[in-house]
């Protein structure tokens, strides 16, 4: 392998495959994380992690999962894909394309190496003051997580600015905005939204560490500090959550016209949709404080935002429900985790409408429902739709076909293992959440244990696809230009890295890989 290479590297498909597999390192170390916190949960009264590593593992699991893999992959998938989708040549700004990836890697590093240095963050991933005062935070794991997502704003920061300007301005002559694949739409409002929401979040960051340091007051209870901090971070917060959702539909909304043989159904309409619930995300913050004495009339405007913003992704699924109607579908591996996710985003969808209701979240606050409805959505549907996506270019990354069995394999156990895990959580609901311990008379010993087994039943899954997608890399068979006959401009605008005839008119070349 050619070292330098990587790490000077400029170019668009390299540092999208970097973003990729960076993401995916991350994915791992919080997917750890969470199964030595889970295992601690799996019975009463355990004392295999004791409470000050406890929180330490689900603030840094939190953070890691949200921040450093799941906004970070959508960079990946868009760095190598929306310059062939548009016919750009690369990013209009090639060299801070790739300070935007190394800034995101120091970000990282520095985020996590509190775990070296006595102690990393241990207030929640939501760093809520006063907790991340220095009275009740004296280490150096808030400083050093707090930094590490500064650095990840200016990546993030840099990085939209760079595919505006390529977006914009270097589209292939003739091709207009609405013409555009609807992958590289979903990149424009994920852009427009992080370039709305980062900055916020790096300013309170940079506010959080100036009173640790610096003697200001900005988060002190002197000045209700507290509330102003929790607005400042949900005001980030939730529309970064669409953050995650946008890529991950883009993606499915490539795959089920290439596995349906069919033209996605009402592109304008979901277009529309898209730019509403963009819209709409920076106005529905407020549900998260429906229990902080937050004004009234604020909190019912919110709840009906909140209620609001299901109708746009409503849309959005009727018209991918009818572009399978009377297709001729091929269940694949990336259409089977396409269609899997779709199936479990939904329910979580249902359940959040739960919290934003002011008569009901009050009750479910703090609980497992909520810890169940965000995994729903951000797990078992966002993640698993990027996962879909990362299969269905995977030929186009890397020059070969996965191993098609594996990877229905793991798409039955991903399911099996996040029902057992989340679904589960549903019916402990009355069980707070963020404690590193509990009771046997409580009752909720035999459920947890069915989290945690599911917990591990998924991270195996996991396991399983990166072993598929590893193994391949040197013996999957080579992949054909166009290996799915997928519509995007991408498959056509360059050959993949080993290109190989298809070996017959068979319609779907991974009718051939897995066997």
């Known amino acids: ?182 992958f590289t739409w979903s990149i424009v409002f994920t852009i427009a939204i992080m370039l709305a929401a980062f900055p916020a979040l790096g300013g309170g960051l940079l506010m959080l560490v100036a009173d640790r340091h610096f003697g200001t007051h900005f988060f002190s209870a002197q000045v209700e500090g507290g509330l102003v901090w929790t607005h400042i971070f949900w005001f980030f917060g939730h529309p970064e959550v669409y953050v995650f959702l946008h890529p991950a539909l883009g993606a499915t909304m490539e795959i089920v016209p290439a596995f349906s043989r069919r033209p996605l159904y009402g592109k304008r309409y979901i277009l529309w949709s898209l730019a509403i619930a963009t819209v709409l995300s920076f106005i529905v913050w407020v549900h998260h404080m429906f229990t902080t004495g937050t004004d009234e009339r604020m909190r019912e405007f919110m709840s009906l935002t909140t209620e609001a913003i299901s109708i746009p992704f409503s849309l959005i699924f009727l018209c991918l429900i009818a572009t399978l109607w009377r297709g001729k579908v091929h269940f694949r591996t990336p259409m089977n985790m396409a269609l899997s996710a779709m199936s479990l985003f939904l329910l979580g969808g249902v359940t959040g409408v739960f919290l934003s209701s002011l008569a009901l979240d009050p009750n479910f606050r703090g609980t497992y429902w909520v810890v169940a409805h965000f995994h729903f959505t951000l797990v078992g549907g966002t993640m698993l739709m990027l996962m879909a996506g990362l299969y269905y270019w995977y030929p186009k990354f890397t020059g070969r076909m996965y191993n098609e069995r594996l990877g229905n394999i793991h798409v039955v156990f991903s399911v099996i293992g996040f029902l057992m895990t989340f679904l589960t959580m549903f019916f402990i609901s009355d069980m707070p959440r963020r404690i590193y311990t509990y009771d046997a008379a409580s009752g909720w010993g035999p459920l947890n244990l069915v989290v945690t087994v599911g917990a591990f039943v998924f991270g195996a899954a996991q396991a399983l696809m990166l072993f598929n997608l590893l193994w391949s890399l040197k013996h999957g068979a080579p992949a054909p230009e166009d290996p799915w006959r997928g519509p995007g401009h991408e498959w056509m605008s360059s050959p993949a890295p080993t290109p190989a005839p298809a070996p017959g008119p068979a319609p779907i070349a991974a009718d051939v890989a897995g066997k």
Do not use: C
């Open 1 to 182: 392998m050619d070292w330098r290479r990587w790490l000077t590297t400029t170019n668009h498909k390299d540092i999208g495959i970097l973003y990729l597999v960076t993401s995916l390192v991350f994915f791992v170390i919080g997917g750890v994380l969470a199964l030595i916190f889970r295992t601690q949960l799996a019975q009463p009264e355990s004392t295999l992690v004791e409470p000050g590593l406890y929180n330490q593992l689900v603030t840094m699991h939190g953070a890691v999962m949200a921040l450093f893999f799941l906004s970070p992959i959508a960079f990946g998938f868009a760095n190598y894909l929306v310059p062939l989708q548009i016919g750009a040549s690369d990013l209009a700004f090639p060299r801070i394309n790739a300070l935007s990836y190394w800034t995101f890697v120091l970000g990282g590093l520095v985020a996590a190496s509190g775990f070296a240095l006595g102690g990393a963050a241990d207030v929640g991933w939501t760093f809520y003051s006063p907790l991340t005062n220095k009275q009740y935070s004296p280490g150096l794991g808030v400083d050093l997580a707090g930094i590490g997502l500064v650095l990840l704003t200016v990546s993030v920061v840099v990085s939209t600015i760079n595919f505006f300007a390529t977006i914009l301005a270097h589209r292939r002559p003739g091709l207009r905005l609405y013409d555009m694949p609807m």
